[in-house]
């Protein structure tokens, strides 16, 4: 029997369980607040995101492929297409795009024009060194790390900092080979 | 390009338009994303009950906000009872306000009105909400050794954020519940009134 093609991100997310953004976002909003109390330095809380990101993302990753169906990417190219389009659809319920290529196609950028995680957000002065959405990048590079790619993904356009969309650059790093620890048999 | 408009840039988060508050994100990942608080929550911790009162804590600045919000929208509100959509109205009786929390912000935030809500027989100050499988739950075991502790204290946090912002002070806790027959326990929020509030119902009428 021919696998069932890869399904798009709107079909999935209309198929999984949803709730309201708003209890995302407010809890999104309880954490980072718990962790500027406790942290203080914007540093630590922005490195603290990023592993919690990174702690979800190496779980995420898990459930994605399961409800994707997506077939094993071809190159960094369609990775990244496939991350934008159905990953954060189906989890955030929001389209991303692929933008700014470079010449060997090791880099881009990921552009989202709507984040559910900072709705009602506004950064005061004592925090402009911030990276609210860090998480997300945590996210991503917790992903692809289980998929043998190393990343490093960084802020490049941030809303809450006055820009007009969030853009983030993923640069791939290094593809690491996998090792099976047991003899594969298909 | 002409006639292209550039998306406004509202200097003060507070101009933007309020959204409709009907978008949604999938359920894993809430639930991702609250298994992060709760680790967290852990290493920060030595004990059960510090970890219940930080999770209850963080649920209250959400339960704060959530009432702020749900009272800017009530007039888009199609989903409460007749009764209650005078619009604009602040609830200053006991009933109401535990009415308000049992319906309208359980359906807002978990999508669904409580299972039950229920006035106390052994003291006159304690009511309590049920729910058979709280969603914040639905995805967490407890280990053995970490006895009562309930992830739901979140919940009961967020309940005593929207209590005490509408003027309710209150104390509130959440308890496993073993039913008969089935697995996994039912999940009580209780709420226990401070007494001015059941001085002020008095006084009222």
Redesign the interface.
Same mark, same amino acid.
């Given at each position: 029997m021919a696998p069932a093609g890869p399904r798009s991100g709107d079909a999935i997310f209309a198929s999984v369980e949803r709730v309201n953004a708003e209890l995302f976002t407010l809890t999104y909003g309880a954490i980072v607040r718990q962790l500027l109390t406790d942290l203080e330095e914007v540093d630590e809380v922005n490195k603290q995101l990023d592993q919690m990101g990174y702690n979800i993302g190496i779980r995420l990753v898990d459930e994605f492929l399961a409800k994707s169906n997506v077939s094993r990417c071809v190159d960094f190219k369609e990775t990244a297409e496939v991350s934008a389009k159905v990953g954060f659809k189906m989890f955030l319920g929001v389209g991303a795009s692929v933008t700014n290529w470079d010449a060997e196609g090791t880099c881009c950028s990921i552009v989202l024009e709507d984040n559910p995680l900072v709705d009602f957000v506004e950064l005061p002065d004592t925090c402009q060194g911030l990276y609210y959405c860090n998480v997300l990048s945590g996210v991503i590079r917790g992903a692809l790390e289980m998929v043998s790619m190393k990343t490093e993904v960084t802020w490049l356009r941030d809303v809450l900092r006055g820009d007009d969309v969030f853009e983030l650059q993923v640069k791939l790093i290094k593809q690491v080979p996998e090792e099976y620890p047991y003899k594969d048999d298909e | 390009m002409i006639g292209a408009s550039?998306?406004k840039?509202y200097s003060?988060?507070l101009e933007k338009p309020l $959204?409709k508050?009907k978008? /949604? %994100? $999938?359920? $894993? *990942?809430?639930a991702?994303?609250?298994s /992060?608080?709760v +680790?967290?929550?852990q290493t +920060?911790v030595d004990n059960i009950a510090e970890l219940e009162r930080?999770l209850e804590? *963080?649920?209250y *600045? %959400?339960g704060a906000?959530?009432l702020e =919000?749900l009272c800017h929208r009530e007039k888009c509100v199609m989903f409460m009872p007749f009764w209650l959509s005078q619009g604009n109205r602040r609830e200053t009786r006991l009933l109401g306000i535990l009415s308000f929390v049992h319906s309208t912000v359980w359906k807002? =935030?978990?999508?669904k009105v409580a299972d039950s809500l229920e006035k106390g027989t052994e003291h006159e100050d304690e009511y309590m909400i049920s729910e058979k499988e709280l =969603?914040v739950n639905r995805f967490i075991s407890i280990p053995k050794d970490m006895g009562t502790f309930n992830c739901g204290a979140f919940v009961a946090g967020i309940v005593r954020g929207v209590l005490d912002s509408a003027g309710f002070p209150a104390v509130v806790t959440a308890h496993f519940v073993p039913m008969e027959g089935q697995q996994r326990p039912r999940t009580t929020i209780l709420i226990k009134f401070a007494e001015e509030v059941l001085r002020r119902e008095a006084r009222l009428g």
């Open positions: - | 550039k998306i840039q003060n988060v $959204s508050g978008q /949604e %994100v $999938s359920l $894993s *990942a809430f991702f994303l609250f /992060e608080l +680790q967290y929550n +920060q930080r804590d *963080a649920g *600045a %959400v906000r959530c =919000l807002v =935030l978990f999508g =969603l």
